[in-house]
């Protein structure tokens, strides 16, 4: 559903991440993200300013199905009401105009799942708690200005607005030097900066912002790159093994580039640090920390053994957030011919992990930072 | 796109519009329905209370892809920035989990058109305007309380809550009569005060809601039984000649019924006239009327005298409302041969429409009503 809408998609240089429940379905490491998280969401329940007279407003920036929050914001809410009971919660799922708000909301209103499978729905047995969505890119100001109580975006803000450049030999940045390198890092600067402006404009002062952004970390370790086999490296060769074997043109090689960029904590906090910067008196970093996400499918591989069981897990999680980028580079042909080809790319990835069960697995390495936009007053209560 | 799951959408018995834009593009009749609510819009526009603490709410019940009610919403954000020109306003799109938001947010925000086709986004030179979306029945309360300025609802609360029977040889509680139709009369009273009871609870003391709904007017006349043929009976006649032709089994033959009602003025009325009504106190029926909106197809017939084109824009125009209905009674069927057979309803309609065309349109017979939620202290400035 919707992919032919994606390649499409004017508004943004960012994939849609794949419909319906998959995405959460197929992203166990990722809810261990959020859920890594959940101490920074507590810290900003028990500390936002609560006034009754109007709903606080909890914003994911990002949210895709919205299934891998649901716990954690159940336990943010059950915070601010064990502060005051009677609070009226909104939630403001925000995401690309192509991201399947369907599944967002069928999960949120449906019948509680029976045989497993979907998470509890946000909803189940909250009352005075109402949803909505926003589809816009968050390179925007997208609600209005001290609107937003809790912001929240998790494995979201490494992607870029735009993909500065191809990258010779290579899918992603992590893999780019020189002047090409410094392209990304630009665009990437631009790009924090950007995103902080309009989130610290849409926070309450005195609201918090909770980031889980992908990251490079201080050995150098990043999403897929922390034991043998390097995830991007891997999709890498497998797209140019495509490339070589005829299924695909030149052009659409080249076209497949993540406009990500996974900063380093120094660039992170850059814009809190400058004197110069914009954010100065409006947005604080109170806290931030790395740390890595083992990956739930090699965890288990070391239980089971079955490299074919490994790759069901392993190849779908992948696939998850990388098989957007292939879809846009193969946007010339048929639709049936570009699912072809992205099936045979997972096919061999899924190939080669069977082949090296040990080789591969998908940690996650990510920034947790905790931010807050100022009291009006220059206070600052925590 | 969407209806393998409107088929088995447990949320609700009303089914999903046509997807992708289709629904506003083969809408004209719907789209002129709404620009006859224009002065009520700019009459709440005019004397809602505004409070520059807080963003001003225009909530949209049933909104489809949003684009038919776009140019009205910019008029009324136009009167409400001349009585305060810094006034921030959120619009609420709310529609079923299974409506089209990926089109919705599409037109909000990609470039606007060149060619023609989509009417200008609503967003299109507007400033600290914010768009959220809604994916639940408007049969919840889906908006905290007291925080709609503006709700709207145009040819939506027709659909029940629920199918309350099937109805012998027809597909349309207009066609009913005895113990069947007071099936329909009563879910239609206990539907329209629940809508009313959840939209007074949003809106905030002094807001205002506009609704245009189907209706039998004074002469007995409803949506597209004005002239000679009538529309719900001539679907009824070419799906039965599909039972007949051996399509459909007797099971879907009968599944398929309209989970809806068309109130009588009086019926529309008694909530705020009846002394025990739960609406007393809380909201008042400030005006209502009822009006036709001529079929734009039938009218240019007038000057082509083009059969073929009279159908081309007259039968997707009923399919944009009816074919979900269809759908859903064919659940069981295989996508590919549920759609082959929707394909034959309509296309048989359409031969119909070629063969007599004099004899067909699809005028719109609606009440129009302005209601004001009361003032906390019980004055009314209007």
């Known amino acids: 559903m919707g992919y032919g809408q994606s ?6 240089a960012v994939p849609t991440m794949k419909a319906d429940g998959y995405y959460a379905l197929h992203t166990a490491g990722a809810r261990a993200v959020i859920e ?9 329940a028990s500390h936002v300013p609560i006034a009754l007279s109007r709903p606080l407003v909890i914003a994911d920036y990002g949210a895709a199905d919205g299934q891998n929050s649901g716990d954690a914001f159940r336990a943010t809410i059950g915070c601010l009401r ?3 009971q009677n609070v009226t919660v909104q939630v403001v799922y ?22 497993g499978g ?5 909803l189940a047995d ?6 909505t969505a926003v589809g816009d890119t968050f390179y925007r100001q997208v609600l209005p200005a001290e609107s937003v109580t809790i912001g929240f975006s998790a494995t979201a803000m490494h992607w870029l607005s735009r993909t500065p450049r191809a990258i010779p030999g290579h899918i992603h940045a992590v893999s780019a030097g020189g002047s090409v390198l410094q392209e990304f890092r630009d665009q990437a600067r631009a790009d924090w900066d950007t995103l902080l402006r309009h989130r610290a404009r849409e926070l309450v002062p ?17 999403v897929g790159n922390t034991g043998k086999a390097n995830v991007l490296d891997t999709l890498n060769n497998v797209w140019r093994s495509l490339y070589r074997d005829g299924l695909l043109s030149d052009q659409e090689c080249a076209a497949a580039t993540f406009p990500q960029y996974f900063r380093t904590m120094a660039e992170i906090q850059t814009p809190f640090s400058e004197r110069s910067s914009a954010l100065r008196g409006q947005l604080t970093l109170v806290s931030s920390s790395t740390n890595i996400v083992r990956c739930p499918y090699a965890a288990a591989f070391q239980r089971h053994r079955n490299a074919a069981l490994l790759a069901d897990g392993l190849v779908p999680a992948v696939r998850s957030w990388s098989e957007g980028v292939f879809m846009i ?3 010339t042909k048929q639709p049936a011919e570009r699912a072809t080809i992205v099936d045979e790319l997972y096919r061999r990835y899924r190939n080669l992990v069977i082949a090296k069960p040990k080789n591969h697995r998908l940690d996650y390495v990510h920034a947790y930072l905790l931010l807050r936009r100022e009291e009006t007053d220059g206070s600052c209560a925590t």
């Open 126 to 131: 909250l009352d005075e708690v109402y949803v």
């Open 7 to 12: 390649v499409s998609d004017k508004t943004s």
């Open 94 to 115: 925000s995401d690309q105009p192509e991201n399947d708000y369907s599944a967002l909301f069928r999960w949120l209103h449906d019948e509680p799942p029976t045989g």
């Open 329 to 331: 580079a193969l946007k």
């Open 82 to 84: 064990w502060r005051s």
């Open 206 to 222: 005195g609201g918090f912002l909770i980031v889980a952004n992908l990251c490079v970390d201080g050995h150098g370790r990043y």
């Open 118 to 122: 979907l998470p509890r729905s946000l």
């Open 36 to 44: 890594a998280t959940r101490p920074m969401l507590l810290k900003a």
